[in-house]
């Protein structure tokens, strides 16, 4: 038996499909105002946008200071978000008010940027500093936000000779209701061609 997800009976469809599109990747948002005041949030609708040119894009729910923010000065910093850090990137997400800085309310250092304005968070393993890519754009209630990704860093013993290691990296990932879930079993699996699945066809 199914149970058929109603609005009026279980509050929106949002509410079930955001416990259904799971795990979602955090975007650590690090922007500035015009005023020159530093805003962190996390956001965890956000995924990449596009390869070449990479951009990353992640969506403000409704308009919120890193939204603000990024309009104004056309710059934001993606810190990694990693386990260790977990009550403090939830403590991030409370509503201060604009005049009050996430970085000074939760205790996390500001670490400068190479390409941007935007510091970046120093307790973090990995940053992606981008430029908005273009205007944010509205979708329902929402605003999706493309960066174009000017300059990557990772902590070296991150690192390994193929790029970012996700195992040491460990990061955390939002699902639903007030659930979030941490790095489990890793496995690895080849993409198989074509030619391997019917070596028998008639392939150039």
Same mark, same amino acid.
């Given at each position: 038996?199914?149970?058929?997800?109603?609005?009026?009976?279980?509050?929106?469809?949002?509410?079930?499909?955001? +416990? /259904?599109? !799971?795990?979602? #990747?955090?975007?650590?948002? =690090?922007?500035?105002?015009?005023?020159?005041?530093?805003?962190?949030? %996390?956001?965890?609708?956000?995924?990449?946008?596009?390869?070449?040119?990479?951009?990353?894009?992640?969506?403000?729910?409704?308009e919120?200071?890193?939204l603000?923010?990024?309009?104004?000065?056309?710059?934001?910093?993606?810190?990694?978000?990693?386990?260790?850090?977990?009550?403090?990137?939830?403590?991030?997400?409370?509503?201060?008010?604009?005049?009050?800085?996430?970085f000074?309310?939760?205790?996390?250092?500001?670490?400068? +940027? /190479?390409? !941007?304005?935007? #510091?970046r968070?120093?307790? =973090?393993?990995?940053?992606?500093?981008?430029?908005?890519?273009?205007? %944010?754009?509205?979708?329902?209630?929402?605003?999706?936000?493309?960066?174009?990704?000017?300059?990557?860093?990772?902590?070296?013993?991150?690192?390994?000779?193929?790029?970012?290691?996700?195992?040491?990296?460990?990061?955390?990932?939002?699902?639903?209701?007030?659930?979030?879930?941490?790095?489990?079993?890793?496995r690895?699996?080849?993409?198989?061609?074509?030619?391997?699945?019917?070596?028998?066809?008639?392939?150039?």
């Amino acid at each position: 038996m199914r149970t058929d997800i109603t609005a009026d009976r279980h509050g929106s469809f949002a509410r079930a499909v955001k +416990s /259904l599109v !799971v795990p979602r #990747p955090i975007a650590w948002v =690090s922007s500035r105002s015009a005023a020159g005041v530093d805003n962190l949030a %996390p956001h965890s609708f956000f995924t990449v946008a596009s390869e070449n040119p990479t951009i990353v894009q992640f969506v403000s729910v409704g308009e919120k200071d890193s939204l603000r923010n990024i309009r104004q000065t056309g710059e934001f910093v993606v810190s990694f978000a990693p386990e260790g850090l977990f009550e403090r990137i939830n403590a991030t997400s409370t509503d201060y008010p604009p005049e009050i800085s996430e970085f000074d309310a939760v205790g996390l250092t500001r670490e400068p +940027s /190479l390409t !941007v304005a935007v #510091p970046r968070v120093a307790e =973090s393993p990995a940053a992606i500093e981008c430029r908005l890519h273009t205007d %944010p754009i509205p979708v329902g209630n929402c605003f999706l936000v493309l960066g174009e990704v000017t300059h990557v860093v990772v902590d070296e013993e991150d690192m390994d000779e193929r790029g970012p290691v996700v195992r040491t990296l460990r990061p955390i990932a939002r699902l639903g209701r007030d659930e979030w879930g941490e790095l489990g079993r890793i496995r690895s699996i080849r993409r198989v061609p074509y030619r391997d699945v019917a070596p028998e066809a008639d392939l150039p």
